[in-house]
């Protein structure tokens, strides 16, 4: 009897004690939940529509700075698909190192711009207009990669690596359903250049320089839906456009006016600046490279 | 024992709980029941310990940037936990990718970045973009004071919506009357006031003996950080250096590092015999060291060009104290960008922009 209820005993203080344990165990696994924040179920939020940037490169010495700061805002934009092109006859190894690490999705390609249509040294900056080849690369992969089916939820944008985007920028854009427009700062001769909205609708547009053009925005001033990207598959930059009409010459088969969706409060916020990066001076170097002791060219910069 | 003697359990089935089932009586499926209410609790409560232990680890650890994610189709990540290391580090980094800031941890100590800024067009700009890199830190404290008599509403409201752990602070550096209008005094360089008053917050917000582990890093607001470089940095025991690109008209400036990983020198060509021939961006101090030498400050008047870094540093160590990282300096990790200055022509005299817009 005395043994019978032993065993007795035994067993159902095991059976307490692991259920305990268990509920412990539970508890501590949701803390630790609770502690991540987001869970994996964050990343997997169905239709989102994915944000396609096309940015062309192109080397020198700033390029990998300027790639590294932009892919850090990158970073922070879900569902973005990063589409890097290259002004080169091919992939360079710094820009593929950088893009594999970068910890984004991502397409590297590369197309050479045509000699005559490149800027010279000492060419002033706005003589030639600048990654038109390499932004239409963008457009030619996206339509022979991306299916037209009706699903086809995504939106399209022009991102220059030496611009700077907030976050909130990208999230205005998402849903895009044609073209969506809203002011870029710091272009133009002026503090900010953008579209005017009146009711809703974009009725002209505040610029400095040429306000008679058909869309006197700046390529950082726009997106496009994918959808209307790949249902117009002529729609394309035209590099012989004159100085300011290369946005127009993309824009122009694809939207009127009153079609365009204004974002940013009604275009009233600046959510993207157009900065430039000086070029860094290297006197010295070029000096220390013309006595043989130029510094290690094995180290990337 | 005087109770009867049970009889002989039936055969194998029940074999294994012999000892335990005390009753004569008990059917099969109790047996059954009582050998999976036995085993089911430990075997989920390993599975959750299992899962439980690896998770401490991931906080600690810092993807080295060996993981990218190549071209997968939308939204694919439904990487399950534990399959391999390599798995494990890339869920962390997707979850990271979208909780801003990262959870602050209590084991890694605090990066506490003191940035001076002042007011002019692209200052927002340049703002933003720092604070999406920050982001990405953990344990990080921004510490950004303005150049400017009062602190103003565009940083202020900056700071705020980033979600950043921040101290704003401002102090005006005096004019110079006698030379141009708006000239600061020259003889001060730029950013020093407001440098040596994040140092002055610093001393007298953490105290000496206080266990938290931090790490002083002095970032402007052009230059370009990569996220390797926090890693690097948050180990500094006195004072950390590394190379720096695009300075003192080189490709990149670094310290001089001997087989024995001393720093023994500076490889520039501007004043390589400066004390500290380094530049702002290249150094850490760990934060005992600022709060045990409290006289230790950025000198304010007489310093030479490029003297400045030196006129902190030689209070604070030696060359012999110096700790080399990016690899025994030989990675650029920071980059000593400058933005160029917007060109507002046609703004014209009285301003064709609504002011009332903030860029």
Redesign the interface.
Known sequence: ????FK??TV?IL??TV??L??IY??M??GK?HS??????K?????H?P?IYVITPTYAR??Q???L??LS??F??V??L?WIVVEDSSQRTDLVSHF?????????HLHIPTPQDRKLQEGDPNWLKPRGVEQRNEGLRWLRENIWAGETAEGVVYFADDDN????QLFEEMRWTQRVSVW?V????????EGPVVEQGRVVRF?T??RPSRPFPLDMAGFATSLRLVLRNPEARFDGNSPMGFVESSFLQGLVTMEELEPKAEMC???LV??????K??????E??QAQGL??DSK??? | MSSPHPPPPPPRRCAVIRGLSPMVEMPKRRDILAIVLIVLPWTLLITVWHQSAITPLLTIRKDDGAEGRHETGQGSDSKEYCSSDKDIVEVVRTEYVYTRPPPWSDVLPTIHVVTPTYSRPVQKAELTRLANTFLHVPNLHWILVEDAQRRTPLVSRLLRETGLNYTHLNVETPRNYKLRGDARDPRIPRGTMQRNLALRWLRETFSPNSTQPGIVYFADDDNTYSLELFEEMRSTRKVSVWPVAFVGGLRYESPKVNAAGKVYGWKTVFDPHRPFAIDMAGFAVNLRLILYKPQAYFKLRGVKGGYQESSLLRELVTLNDLEPKAANCTKILVWHTRTEKPVLVNEGKKGFTDPNVEI
């Open positions: 009897m005395r043994l019978r065993l007795k067993f095991y059976f692991s259920l344990g268990l165990a539970l501590h696994l630790l502690l991540q924040g987001h869970t994996k964050e990343p997997t939020k169905p989102l994915t010495l700033v990998k700075a300027e590294t700061r850090q805002t970073l922070h879900p569902q698909h893009l594999e690490h970068s910890g984004l999705v991502f397409t700077t985007y907030s976050l002011p700062g710091l272009v133009g001769g002026m503090r900010y505040h400095g320089w009233t916020k600046v600046w157009h900065t430039r990066t000086e860094p001076k290297m006197k010295r170097e000096a220390l130029g510094s180290v990337e910069v």
